[in-house]
């Protein structure tokens, strides 16, 4: 049986990822698009000439033309697309952030408990080759008993400034924080003045400490003046003296230490671009999507609960600071 997916927005991380992702996976079939812009939405039409076009989501959702949403629009629409998307017993991939508010977020989790588990949230990230690597590490028990460690995050300005902007990114680190390391108990917020006079910009750095007794360091800007679309780096620890590392999403390396010898293993793949999608995680993200839909995983992960958890992370960081 193949799967037939909708879009509803189609903007460029939907048009540079999640469309290629999903044209290699030959469990799918794209079947229709929505965006309210119709001189964008007929540019679609000459490289999907099979797919129908819809300006209204709730008209997409009730057409009877797809099994699963992707559902990348607004985050001010996020849940209420979701939800018609539930109405109508769809799968659905949501793209983060899901909601502004976790208020928001808990109240759509009670309301559709029955059905949430319909629910994949896209934080691509987990699905990284080097976080990848990191979780098999994990399961395994090479990496265990996890101490702390630390996550780097180098960016240019949000798309929104302000609050709005860093939420964009940020809670992607938010969610692997939470994964990786366990749910945060205590969150010291330091934030630093704005970068370059620009309000759009801003350096935040956090001490967090979690449930399972790990340190975490995190440190994020969105300024422009780093000169790169984007850079990161995520550190782990555990009480072992074994160490793992993610730079740059495509470059990971384990240090452990065995017999009072200290072992390093790379794993690399080969240099990768922006919206490179087999090293940025949408091609993994969309056959895992694949899986929950054809009953081959249990649950979706990331989850809407995920999601929530990673949200009460980016409100603990902000609560001590008055963002307009």
Same mark, same amino acid.
């Given at each position: 049986?193949?799967?037939?997916?909708?879009?509803?927005?189609?903007?460029?991380?939907?048009?540079?990822?999640?469309?290629?992702?999903?044209?290699?996976?030959?469990?799918?079939?794209? !079947?229709?698009?929505?965006?309210?812009?119709?001189?964008?939405?007929?540019?679609?039409?000459?490289?999907?000439?099979?797919?129908?076009?819809?300006?209204?989501?709730?008209?997409?959702?009730?057409?009877?033309?797809?099994?699963?949403?992707?559902?990348?629009?607004?985050?001010?629409?996020?849940?209420?697309?979701?939800?018609?998307?539930?109405?109508?017993?769809?799968?659905?991939?949501?793209?983060?952030?899901?909601?502004?508010?976790?208020?928001?977020?808990?109240?759509?989790?009670?309301?559709?408990?029955?059905?949430?588990?319909?629910?994949?949230?896209?934080?691509?990230?987990?699905?990284?080759?080097?976080?990848?690597?990191?979780?098999?590490?994990?399961?395994?028990?090479?990496?265990?008993?996890?101490?702390?460690?630390?996550? !780097?995050?180098? !960016?240019?300005?949000?798309?929104?400034?302000?609050?709005?902007?860093?939420?964009?990114?940020?809670?992607?680190?938010? /969610?692997?924080?939470?994964?990786?390391?366990?749910?945060?108990?205590?969150?010291?917020?330091?934030?630093?003045?704005?970068?370059?006079?620009?309000?759009?910009?801003? !350096?935040?750095?956090?001490?967090?400490?979690?449930?399972?007794?790990?340190?975490?360091?995190?440190?994020?800007?969105?300024?422009?003046?780093?000169?790169?679309?984007?850079?990161?780096?995520?550190?782990?620890? /555990?009480?072992?003296?074994?160490?793992?590392?993610?730079?740059?999403?495509?470059?990971?390396?384990?240090?452990?230490?065995?017999?009072?010898?200290?072992?390093?293993?790379?794993?690399?793949?080969?240099?990768?671009?922006?919206?490179?999608?087999?090293?940025?995680?949408?091609?993994?993200?969309?056959?895992?999507?694949?899986?929950?839909?054809?009953?081959?995983?249990?649950?979706?992960?990331?989850?809407?609960?995920?999601?929530?958890?990673?949200?009460?992370?980016?409100?603990?960081?902000?609560?001590?600071?008055?963002?307009?």
């Amino acid at each position: 049986m193949v799967i037939r997916i909708g879009f509803i927005g189609s903007g460029v991380v939907t048009q540079k990822a999640h469309v290629p992702a999903v044209i290699k996976n030959p469990r799918f079939r794209i !079947t229709a698009f929505c965006r309210r812009d119709t001189n964008k939405l007929k540019d679609l039409q000459s490289q999907f000439p099979h797919a129908k076009l819809f300006s209204d989501a709730k008209a997409l959702i009730n057409s009877g033309e797809i099994d699963c949403a992707l559902i990348a629009a607004d985050v001010d629409v996020h849940l209420s697309l979701a939800q018609m998307a539930l109405g109508k017993e769809l799968f659905v991939l949501l793209e983060k952030p899901v909601d502004s508010s976790s208020e928001n977020i808990r109240k759509f989790i009670e309301k559709n408990h029955d059905k949430v588990d319909k629910i994949m949230v896209a934080f691509n990230k987990r699905f990284y080759p080097g976080i990848v690597k990191l979780d098999e590490l994990r399961k395994s028990g090479e990496l265990s008993d996890l101490i702390g460690g630390s996550l !780097t995050f180098l !960016t240019q300005h949000g798309r929104k400034p302000g609050k709005a902007g860093i939420l964009q990114n940020m809670i992607h680190y938010c /969610d692997l924080i939470n994964w990786i390391f366990g749910t945060p108990v205590e969150v010291k917020p330091i934030f630093s003045k704005a970068l370059n006079d620009d309000q759009k910009s801003e !350096t935040i750095a956090s001490s967090i400490l979690t449930e399972k007794g790990c340190a975490v360091n995190f440190f994020y800007s969105s300024s422009s003046s780093w000169k790169l679309p984007v850079h990161e780096r995520i550190q782990v620890l /555990d009480s072992k003296n074994s160490s793992f590392y993610v730079e740059n999403a495509d470059k990971a390396v384990f240090t452990k230490v065995a017999k009072d010898e200290v072992k390093n293993m790379i794993f690399e793949e080969s240099n990768s671009i922006f919206f490179r999608n087999s090293s940025f995680g949408y091609e993994a993200q969309i056959s895992a999507f694949a899986d929950l839909i054809e009953g081959k995983a249990s649950k979706p992960s990331p989850s809407m609960h995920d999601a929530l958890e990673a949200h009460l992370l980016f409100e603990k960081i902000f609560e001590h600071e008055d963002y307009s």
